[in-house]
T-cell receptor, first 114, second 116 residues
Framework: DGGITQSPKYLFRKEGQNVTLSCEQNLNHDAMYWYRQDPGQGLRLIYYSQIVNDFQKGDIAEGYSVSREKKESFPLTVTSAQKNPTAFYLC?????????????FGSGTQLSVL | AQKITQTQPGMFVQEKEAVTLDCTYDTSDQSYGLFWYKQPSSGEMIFLIYQGSYDEQNATEGRYSLNFQKARKSANLVISASQLGDSAMYFCAMRDPTGGYQKVTFGTGTKLQVIP
């Protein structure tokens, strides 16, 4: 079945450590997204990518980095510069640029600081 | 810059009753798309309904309908005949043309609880 796979489901980060969250899709979608969700809050856009080898900062990109070397993959690295990384991270993808294209989401990664 | 506002942090509704979740948006563009998503406690995001800015009729999908008032810049979600399984977070979202029509931003959400 086509979909988006995020791994791991739970991740723990030590002080000063970089961690990478995986996002893989087999939907052949061009656009991919990373959102951060804090408890009781909405989704805030971290980065998005419209095509391979291209990505744009979202509203809260500081302390995060991404790459888009393959159409299927859009990993997110939470760097040590992100001082408050504890949150639920959601990856999403979208097929094209049509107005009514909806986002497809992965099941999320819960990141916590040790 | 666009903005999505959901002013109801939490809502209660009696089972089998209808409920309206509010969403207002701010954009200077004429062409935009509005979406509603549901997030159960499991964390997955489920697409519910879409409304295009040029659509003349309000969108409907089963028990979900969207009360679209373009002049007021509001896109409220109406859930009819509420069920216990409707208890979840609900998010309004908008496609942002400033991001090459690929940027999608969300509101802060409304937590709906259905009471038996």
């Amino acid at each position: 079945d086509g979909g988006i796979t995020q791994s791991p489901k739970y991740l723990f980060r030590k002080e000063g450590q970089n961690v990478t969250l995986s996002c893989e899709q087999n939907l052949n979608h061009d656009a991919m997204y990373w959102y951060r969700q804090d408890p009781g809050q909405g989704l805030r856009l971290i980065y998005y990518s419209q095509i391979v080898n291209d990505f744009q900062k979202g509203d809260i990109a500081e302390g995060y980095s991404v790459s888009r070397e393959k159409k299927e993959s859009f990993p997110l690295t939470v760097t040590s510069a992100q001082k408050n990384p504890t949150a639920f991270y959601l990856c999403a993808s979208k097929a094209g640029q049509a107005t009514n294209e909806k986002l497809f989401f992965g099941s999320g990664t819960q990141l916590s600081v040790l | 810059a666009q903005k999505i506002t959901q002013t109801q942090p939490g809502m209660f509704v009696q089972e089998k009753e209808a409920v309206t979740l509010d969403c207002t948006y701010d954009t200077s563009d004429q062409s935009y798309g509005l979406f509603w998503y549901k997030q159960p406690s499991s964390g997955e995001m489920i697409f519910l309904i879409y409304q295009g800015s040029y659509d003349e009729q309000n969108a409907t999908e089963g028990r979900y309908s969207l009360n679209f008032q373009k002049a007021r810049k509001s896109a409220n979600l109406v859930i009819s005949a509420s069920q216990l399984g409707d208890s979840a977070m609900y998010f309004c979202a908008m496609r942002d043309p400033t991001g090459g029509y690929q940027k999608v931003t969300f509101g802060t959400g409304t937590k709906l609880q259905v009471i038996p």
